[in-house]
């Protein structure tokens, strides 16, 4: 029988004693490693991410004690000579390329080496070796060039794993998927302490939360000994993008969220935000135009995929005014309505409506992170909605439907995390006006295991459908979406485990629909 991807994976990682670069067991380098006595220096894995048509970046970090304390992961002040090489094959006797990168400390001995020069839309391995120590194996695949026919396209998206919340079951299945990459809409740590939610759950690092860059260095280092997470990113290249817990829950621009009352102060918010924004970037495949400064970090940016879709990655945070009504689940906020108010700033606005117009893509992809549809939460005469998502600022979710629509896009999908909830649902122009034509179709994926459990449905999605006439489905059990696409058919499968608090969930497909080209609404599959 064929290997599995992860059987794979782990016959690559049980063949990488080979030597690498063809050096000696004992390190040349530069900077060279110490002497790693026993201890994994890539406990945290590796990864690949944002794929274009000849590379991808490429990411590992060295903490041969992940957990010490300090957020240093066990190393030293020096600079470390890390080692990479790219190849067709997994045993790396087709070897491609080969270079080095310098971890430091200032970056918490991390490396992001950008690979260039590779065959679009074309499967490869690679591995990082430091000293003696070499990592286990990765896959990544670039992206088709631009324009290229491109018959098909399969990928998954992901949001919300609180690690206390359970385990990364979702993860362990997603890993065997035929997948072309992942996309991660947001929090993908929790600033929060530790909460118990898992069976014989073990904590390993300090329940407070985090608030500067030793604690979410920390936080990070949590979530990725999660073994299910680190087979995910070896699997596949990811593109990954925040929320508000990589920062403080319901953060806007410079205003904090509902985190510790301290850090409401602006310079201090400031601070933490810098924080974690590095802790943000040490720890994912991003690029260096991604790498922060200070307080201020571009997160914003699109991918093409040959002639088939182009995904536009949006950063709701970063940018928008803050909340309207404090944030508040209200029928009363005027202040949502205000043509002044925006959810993403004027320049990155405008980036995204230029992008309508230059993109001959089949599908025009949205990666987003809060509700975009109106989501009443009253089946009476009152329109009740929450203000931090896109229902707090109306007039820039109007701009930016209306111009899908006026500018001839002509398939535009919006993929959303943020919700723990499974959701379809059409998207109108312009929801003051009952006969606003659908311009869109928005698939909200649940959470890999925040909020725990879940169930199938519940009082609140009763209370939503009752409410929402173009909301099509719900459902409240964890897991992530899987979507494949053609030039004909977007196809969304719901994949869900019926439990997240102990180890072993099965997954199944809980619901399919399918947006037709050129026919805006989803329909059940």
């Known amino acids: 029988m064929p290997l599995s991807r992860r059987q794979l994976l782990q016959a690559g990682i049980a063949g990488s004693a080979a030597v690498l670069v063809g050096t000696s067991a004992v390190s040349s380098a530069r900077f060279p490693a110490p002497r790693w006595r026993g201890e994994d220096p ?29 957020g240093r992961g066990g190393m030293g002040w020096d600079p470390v000579t890390v080692e990479y090489e790219v190849a067709h094959d997994e045993s790396f006797r087709k070897v491609v390329t080969r270079g080095t ?20 839309a074309r499967w490869y391995f690679y591995r990082f ?28 998206f992901a949001s919300c794993q609180s690690w206390s919340s359970g385990f990364y079951t979702a993860y362990e299945h997603m890993s065997e998927e035929d ?21 014989g759950m073990s904590m390993g690092v300090d329940r ?8 979410y260095r920390l936080h990070y280092a949590q979530y990725k000994a999660e073994q299910p997470l680190r087979d995910a990113h070896a699997a596949f290249p990811w593109i990954v993008t925040m929320d508000d817990h990589e920062v403080d829950n319901n953060w806007a621009a410079d205003s904090p969220g509902l985190g510790l009352d301290i850090y409401r102060i602006p310079a201090l918010f400031r601070r933490r935000r810098a924080a974690a924004f ?24 699109r991918y093409r995929f040959g002639d088939l879709a182009q995904i536009t990655m949006l950063d709701t945070r970063q940018y928008r005014d803050r909340q309207a009504c404090g944030g508040d689940v209200t029928a009363h906020c005027v202040d949502r309505l205000d043509t002044d108010r925006t959810m993403l700033g004027a320049q990155q606005r405008n980036w995204l409506l230029d992008g309508f117009t230059g993109s001959p893509a089949r599908w025009q992809i949205i990666g987003n992170q809060v509700a975009m549809g109106q989501t ?13 998502s ?83 489905f719900f459902n409240a059990q964890r897991g992530y979406v899987l979507v494949d696409l053609n030039h004909h058919l977007w196809r969304n499968d719901f994949r869900v485990v019926p439990y997240i608090r102990r180890p072993g969930a099965p997954i199944h497909t809980r619901a399919s629909f399918v947006v037709q080209d050129q026919r805006p609404s989803a329909i059940e599959a």
Do not use: C
């Open 42 to 70: 890539f406990g945290l894995g590796v990864a690949s991410g944002d794929p274009t048509l000849d590379g991808v970046v490429l990411w590992t970090r060295l903490a041969p004690d992940p957990l010490a304390p300090g």
């Open 101 to 120: 990168a310098v971890a430091t400390r200032e970056l918490a001995h991390s490396v992001h080496p950008e690979i260039h020069g590779l065959e679009p």
């Open 129 to 156: 070796r430091a000293g003696s120590a070499i990592s286990p194996v990765g896959r990544t695949r670039t992206a088709p060039a631009p324009g290229q026919p491109t018959p098909r396209m399969r990928f998954a």
């Open 179 to 199: 997948l072309d990459l992942v996309v991660h809409l947001g929090d993908y740590i929790y600033e929060r302490g530790w909460r118990r939610g898992r069976e």
């Open 208 to 215: 407070g939360e985090a608030v500067d860059l030793p604690s």
């Open 278 to 301: 590095q802790a943000l970037y040490e720890h994912q495949p991003l690029r260096l135009t991604q790498r922060p400064a200070g307080p201020g970090m571009r997160l914003h940016r």
């Open 376 to 388: 009443d939460n009253d089946p009476g005469p009152d329109t009740v909605v929450s203000s931090d």
């Open 390 to 472: 896109w229902d707090g600022y109306v007039a820039d979710r109007n701009t930016v439907l209306g111009a899908a629509a006026d500018r001839g896009v002509r398939n535009l999908v919006v993929i959303t995390g943020d919700r723990h909830q499974n959701i379809v649902a059409d998207l109108r122009r312009d929801y003051a006006d009952p006969e606003s034509p659908v311009v869109a179709s928005e698939f909200s994926g649940t959470s890999i295991t925040s909020a725990g459990d879940g169930a199938d449905i519940n009082d609140t999605g009763r209370r939503l459908l009752a409410a929402n006439p173009d909301m099509k």
